[in-house]
């Protein structure tokens, strides 16, 4: 039997989820009918639902947790056309069209957010912010600000300018590029006001909702863990990662973790703007304004976030949180405590683009929508867009761009570096395990062990009882890693989680890690 996490087990909580109260919706306990099945309620799922529903289109979603319990609830809230893939980057790999429909397709999901929020009248302190890029000190030519220019004006953002610094004030950046009209918000105060919309319009939004099987064709359905069916005429996969893609898609992108502090800072003393540094690892800045009434009071919250690693393939969490905080006081002295930290799985895209459209391999009524890449909230938006006109066989500028099945002869070389990467984590299968004897194992903490011709994942729970699982990702069989830090097992090869216990959290695996007979500590 399983003995409850503790809160400090649980490891990270956003700002988002410390002041928001979401609604709670129902289980699925009956078979369902509808036009449209949803799978994951993020951004996208929500976003593609809205609008199939103010189209006309009957829709039923499916989470498998609460609504917006996956990566959404993980972001910065960054809503911007200035992507993590620089736009000379972009040209290079997409042509200069393409570069022009990711801004175009960027510049329009920011309006579409605003235009949502005005009709519905939504408080989720969506703001139109000034974004500025710049480089860390000392780095060298050829100058990236100044590349970044000309191909963010040859791309369509025209109002692009190099200035003398970002207005950051004790915070001296150096020149920086301004990217005018941005814009933030509380994503979660947004999504829940989208869930009520959705069921306004006719929506059903079920949660603790696991979808096992996905199947598409002429009798399209999802089938779901408790047994129950939803019989629909097309099926949206919107999880981040899809867990109905078992190759086409995983070998096109790679899993991330991205490390977030947030921290109490004088009301005045940060202006709210957006900002994004050009090193590597990178740094991102935005300020969340006092939330009244929340518990525990809240000033002003300073996000900074970054330092990303490869998801599995580090175990030094609280390294990565120490750098974000020694990079974060040496620029804004007036940092409080730290009050908030998380991290996020953010899927790289091999050519820099998400993947939005028809699922390859798969029947025409099958849709996918990943590779986000740091730009979650604008893309989960382009893909409602998108998807609702793919789906009412409407054509759509973007389609091509954003298709799940394109080929990127440019990005051979890092879809090769990629695919070796991920390669390369399956030497764990010859290793010996982190510790020698399962009594090895402190409380609180997990351990990869081997046993005879496997690898067990056993966790020791603050009590000493052991809990264990096969360490064997039922993805692709990738053998999973510790998170101390987070205290869930990562899998290095596709980014597939799952907490301590071996339930599956992240895809593309979309089943437990088998279990493992227990014994007393």
């Known amino acids: 039997m399983n003995v409850p996490l503790t809160p400090a087990e649980k490891g990270s909580t956003s700002v988002w989820t410390a002041t928001t109260a979401l609604p709670s919706l129902p289980t699925l306990t009956a078979n ?15 976003t593609t639902a809205y609008l199939l529903g103010q189209a006309g289109k009957s829709v039923v979603m499916l989470d498998d947790g609460r609504i917006v319990s996956g990566e959404t609830e993980r972001t910065t809230a960054h809503l911007v056309t200035a992507l993590d893939m620089r736009y000379f980057e972009l040209a290079r790999l997409h042509g200069e069209r393409g570069a022009q429909l990711a801004a175009e397709s960027h510049a329009a999901a920011i309006d579409e957010i605003e235009r949502i929020v005005r009709t519905e009248n939504i408080d989720c302190d969506f703001e139109r912010v000034d974004g500025y890029l710049f480089n860390p000190p000392g780095k060298s030519e050829p100058d990236v600000l100044d590349r970044e ?7 369509g953002l025209s109002d692009l300018e190099i200035v003398a610094g970002a207005p950051l004030g004790s915070c001296d950046t150096g020149r920086a590029l301004h990217f005018p009209r941005q814009a933030q918000f509380h994503p979660l105060k947004y999504l829940s006001a989208l869930a009520s919309a959705i069921v306004r319009d006719g929506g059903r939004i079920f949660t603790n909702t696991h979808a096992t099987e996905i199947t598409g064709g002429k009798s399209a359905q999802v089938k779901t863990e408790a047994g129950f069916v939803v019989d629909c005429e097309a099926i949206v996969v919107a999880t981040n990662t899809p867990v109905n893609d078992l190759l086409a898609i995983h070998t096109k992108q790679a899993a991330y973790r991205s490390f977030v502090i947030g921290a109490a800072v004088p009301p005045g003393t940060v202006p709210k703007v957006l900002c994004w540094d ?35 393939q580090a175990d030094d969490t609280e390294t990565h949180y120490a750098r974000l905080e020694e990079w974060s006081r040496a620029r804004f002295p007036m940092m409080g405590e730290i009050q908030f930290r998380w991290s996020g799985q953010v899927m790289e895209p091999h050519d820099g683009l998400a993947f939005i459209g028809r699922n390859p391999l798969d029947h025409d009524n099958i849709y996918v929508v990943t590779g986000h890449s740091g730009n979650g909230m604008t893309y989960g938006t382009i ?6 006109d793919l789906i009412q066989g409407q054509e759509n500028p973007w389609a091509a ?7 990127t002869l440019a990005a051979v070389k890092t879809f090769a570096e990629e695919t070796g990467n991920m390669a390369a984590q399956y030497a764990d299968w010859l290793t010996e395990g982190d510790v020698k004897r399962d009594e090895d194992v402190l409380p609180g903490t997990g351990a990869v062990v081997r046993h005879g011709m496997t ?3 056993l966790y020791c729970d603050p009590k000493g009882a052991l809990h264990k699982c096969s360490a064997i990702c039922p993805h692709l069989g990738g053998i999973v890693r510790w998170n101390h830090a987070e205290k869930t097992w990562d899998c290095p090869c596709h980014g597939s989680r799952f907490d301590a216990f071996g339930q599956v959290i992240s895809g593309p695996a979309n089943k437990n890690l088998d279990p493992v007979a227990a014994h007393a500590h």
């Open 32 to 46: 369902q009918h509808a036009d449209v099945c949803i799978v994951g309620a993020g951004i996208a799922g929500f």
């Open 149 to 155: 220019l000309a191909a963010g004006r040859s791309s």
């Open 278 to 312: 050009t090193a590597d690892p990178y740094h991102y800045v935005r300020l969340q304004g006092a939330t009244p009434g929340a518990s525990p009071a809240l000033n002003d919250v300073l996000i900074v976030g970054g330092e990303d690693h490869k998801t599995g």
């Open 383 to 388: 893909a409602g867009r998108l998807l609702t």
């Open 401 to 407: 761009l954003y298709d799940p099945s394109r080929v």
């Open 455 to 457: 690898k067990v994942a």
